[in-house]
């Protein structure tokens, strides 16, 4: 049997102008990257981990790492062990009570609980691919610990499927409950335009105006634009 690397989460990424998420994992030692297509929940939760921002409340699986750890259960390691007609396979080792358990799993919910609990990622070889290849993903998920939530570069062909046609800005992907930006109303889908009265084109932008303030976000929704104001 092969060996398997050791990988690490690189980041979290959105394909365009699918919209879908993409969980990129890089060797540790060499540049060869598995990328895997994932749910915009699961995204979010590795995100979230990764990015140092805590939920108000456990979300599924903080719950579940927390329940293996009252257990005394340990995940030693986790394994993306294939690609079996498109779609990837992952398998936790699982040690309790002093026996180590292989549990099939989706991969993204394997890396959500491994940046949870530390354990360490590893793939087949037959895998990975160069940073170069088809289908790198182009655009990657912001997340603003400071105002509690993460975002997500905006095409035209994203904002027409979302009903949004001509609309620019940034789409909010997720919203922390609890923080700055949920306290002011902001929700996940909203498209937010201006940051104290500043445009928001791009990421970038939003990164540099956010930075400099964030007291007034303009969002569009449902076919109108509204400015909230943050605590």
Not at 7 to 15: A, E, L
Not at 23 to 48: C, F, M, S
Not at 118 to 130: N, Q, R, S, V, Y
Request: a neutral charge; zero cysteines; hydrophobic letters at 45%.
């Amino acid at each position: 049997m092969a060996k398997f690397v050791e990988m690490q989460v690189d980041s979290i990424r959105v394909h365009m102008p699918s919209g879908q998420h993409v969980v990129i994992l890089k060797e540790k030692e060499t540049d060869r990257y598995l990328p895997i297509w994932i749910g915009i929940y699961e995204a979010n939760a590795i995100a979230l981990k990764i990015t140092g921002i805590t939920p108000e409340r456990p979300i599924t699986h903080d719950l579940l790492a927390n329940i293996l750890t009252l257990l005394g259960a340990v995940i030693e390691k986790i394994t993306v062990t294939e690609l079996k007609n498109d779609v990837y396979f992952a398998e936790i080792s699982l040690r309790a009570g002093g026996k180590i358990h292989p549990v099939d799993a989706r991969p993204s919910d394997a890396i959500a609980l491994a940046v949870r609990t530390g354990a360490p990622i590893f793939a087949a070889p037959a895998l990975l691919k160069p940073l170069d290849s088809t289908g790198k993903p182009d655009a990657t998920i912001h997340a603003d610990r400071r105002l509690g939530m993460t975002l997500q570069k905006l095409d035209p062909d994203l904002a027409e499927s979302l009903g949004a046609d001509g609309v620019t800005g940034v789409l909010v992907s997720s919203v922390l409950q609890g923080g700055p930006a949920g306290r002011a109303g902001v929700k996940r889908g909203d498209i937010l335009r201006a940051i104290d009265g500043r445009p928001v084109l791009t990421l970038a932008a939003y990164r540099e105006a956010a930075d400099a303030g964030g007291k007034s976000l303009t969002v569009w929704r449902d076919g109108r634009e509204a400015t909230l104001r943050t605590p």
